[in-house]
């Protein structure tokens, strides 16, 4: 595709004071154009687009004008828009990912689940991510996501050293009561940072299970603590992250979706707090009540670590 954002010759665009100094041009656009646009919507246009598309095209075409937009730029932008397309696929999400860096997806993830909330109790939600896959396992209480570990992977020593056993209740928000048969969809990389659909070496549906809450509403499981990784690098989301100079890493995390009849959905992550990127996530997903200290576990060669946590759940 070459590059996304095109050289421009800066005195094609730029006027020069007499002392040398550039200024941005102050072209006279029509200043009735938005209003056009806006106005050609029709009466029985569909009531959430005829609310919101005005914002929309007002805010669009006033960032044209303050960045004074150029044909080659918007015409780079599109480009980079079609090769994401072009590359999703149901094991990737390029579009997801480039709404990843730039934020929005947390942001809108925000925004829902606050305007959806009953309760301040309730677990707070971060992103979806590109990498989920909604047909993963039903497994038993008590079994393990991590299949086939052999000491002929390249990182069994890691695997091993962080080991870990999850548990936690799903509990009702307000009331606090135990939720019997919810669901916990949980998914996470190897310790090389791939999920399974990106790495041919791993079994179909590694690091991945779903698992149902018993009478006291509790889940358990084992995974591994997880690790920091680079979101891919290799489509036109990488790419553009690294023209805004940005590190494309994540903090280690497990993803959640936790679900129950009469309940409102929760899809969360969990961040280990030993991580060095907590602070720093290349998509804006970490908050504070989501960050997690796992402890040593003792009698138990089944793991190294443990991690409890409660998932609290709003009323639809």
């Given amino acids: 595709m070459g590059q996304m954002i095109p050289d421009l010759n800066p005195r094609a665009t730029m006027e020069f004071k007499t002392n040398g100094v550039p200024k941005m041009p102050k072209p006279q656009y029509d200043p009735k154009f938005t209003d056009k646009v806006i106005a050609a919507t029709g009466p029985h246009a569909h009531p959430r687009l005829?609310?919101?598309m005005p914002s929309l095209i007002r805010h669009l075409h006033d960032f044209a004008r303050e960045v004074n937009l150029t044909v080659a730029e918007w015409s780079a932008a599109v480009d980079l828009i079609n090769e994401c397309g072009q590359m999703?696929?149901?094991?990737?999400n390029e579009t997801q990912l480039l709404c990843d860096i730039v934020g929005l997806e947390s942001l809108v993830d925000e925004i829902t689940s606050k305007m959806?909330?009953?309760?301040?109790?309730?677990?707070?939600?971060?992103?979806?991510?590109?990498?989920?896959?909604?047909?993963a396992p039903f497994l038993p209480n008590g079994s393990s996501i991590v299949q086939n570990l052999d000491p002929s992977i390249e990182w069994y020593d890691q695997a091993i050293a962080d080991s870990a056993f999850l548990t936690g209740q799903v509990l009702a928000a307000?009331?606090?009561?135990?939720?019997?048969?919810?669901?916990v969809d949980v998914w996470h990389t190897a310790p090389n940072g791939l999920y399974e659909q990106q790495d041919s070496s791993q079994p179909e549906m590694n690091f991945r299970g779903r698992f149902t809450t018993d009478e006291d509403g509790r889940y358990s499981l084992y995974a591994l603590r997880p690790v920091p990784y680079p979101i891919p690098e290799d489509g036109p989301a990488g790419r553009f992250l690294k023209m805004l100079d940005r590190h494309p890493h994540r903090p280690g995390h497990i993803h959640f979706i936790v679900s129950a009849p009469g309940y409102r959905p929760l899809t969360t992550q969990l961040y280990d707090d030993r991580d060095k990127y907590i602070n720093n996530d290349a998509v804006f997903a970490v908050k504070d009540e989501l960050v997690v200290t796992f402890q040593p576990r003792e009698g138990d060669s089944n793991a190294k670590w443990s991690l409890e946590y409660d998932f609290i759940l709003g009323r639809e």
């Avoid at 959806?116 to 047909?135: K, N």
């Avoid at 009561?177 to 919810?182: E, H, V």
Wanted: glycine content about 10%; proline content about 8%.
């Fill in 50 to 52: 005829a609310q919101i």
């Fill in 116 to 135: 959806l909330a009953t309760s301040t109790a309730e677990t707070p939600s971060a992103i979806l991510g590109p990498f989920y896959r909604s047909d």
């Fill in 174 to 183: 307000g009331t606090g009561a135990p939720i019997q048969g919810a669901v």
């Fill in 88 to 92: 999703s696929n149901e094991q990737r």
